[in-house]
T-cell receptor, first 115, second 114 residues
């Protein structure tokens, strides 16, 4: 069975601080995909990034960066110089080919960025 | 514009009154799925469909029905809604039927069952 743990239920930072959202996953599959989604206060869910299990390169997109470490089964998300608009619930998700069609989501981390 | 459209956005109903939440996507996606979101429980999958006429149970299918008669539509049916089905519901689609495509979500339907 697959499992995704986002241990941080809520995080609060002040604007311009850096913040890291943790995601730890469990699977016996050697092939899998990891995703991050953002849910701003308006409620919609937006895809941010996808990473497959064979690509451990970290990725940077503007102020966002992702650190994928298979050794620790983690796929952490860092926001540099946070802004109020980053306030949202962030979900980490895992999909595997042996259970195609069923994505496993973490419970989400609510990030509040205060001005 | 590529999108997943859910209707209605808000729905208040009474116990036992059958309802349907519609979902339509215009991206020719093979895969569609329904999730419910409850505080502290994240997103839980209700049903999913790999293709037309193919549907499978997710983690919390009890009390729900779905159908996939056309590729673009995937309605969620609550035959006899109960208060524990009060939740925020999301429809999603993705390009492939596998595990490697990101999900595109609708804007959500907030359902209240009294």
């Amino acid at each position: 069975a697959q499992k995704v743990t986002q241990a941080q239920t809520e995080i609060s930072v002040v604007e311009k601080e850096d913040v890291t959202l943790d995601c730890v996953y469990e699977t016996r599959d050697t092939t899998y995909y990891l995703f991050w989604y953002k849910q701003p206060p308006s409620g919609e869910l937006v895809f941010l990034i996808r990473r497959n299990s064979f690509d451990e390169q970290n990725e940077i997109s503007g102020r966002y960066s992702w650190n994928f470490q298979k050794s620790t089964s983690s796929f952490n998300f860092t926001i540099t110089a946070s802004q109020v608009v980053d306030s949202a619930v962030y979900f980490c998700a895992l999909s595997v080919p042996t259970n195609a069609g069923k994505s496993t989501f973490g419970d989400g981390t609510t990030l509040t960025v205060k001005p | 514009e590529a999108q997943v459209t859910q209707n209605p956005r808000y729905l208040i109903t009474v116990t036992g009154k059958k309802l349907t939440v519609t979902c339509s996507q215009n991206m020719n996606h093979e895969y569609m799925s329904w999730y419910r979101q409850d505080p502290g429980l994240g997103l839980r999958q209700i049903y999913y469909s790999m293709n037309v006429e193919v549907t499978d149970k997710g983690d919390v299918p009890e009390g729900y029905k779905v159908s996939r008669k056309e590729k673009r539509n995937f309605p969620l049916i609550l035959e006899s809604p109960s208060p524990n089905q009060t939740s925020l519901y999301f429809c999603a689609s993705s390009l492939s039927t596998g595990y490697n495509s990101p999900l595109h979500f609708g804007n959500g339907t907030r359902l209240t069952v009294t």
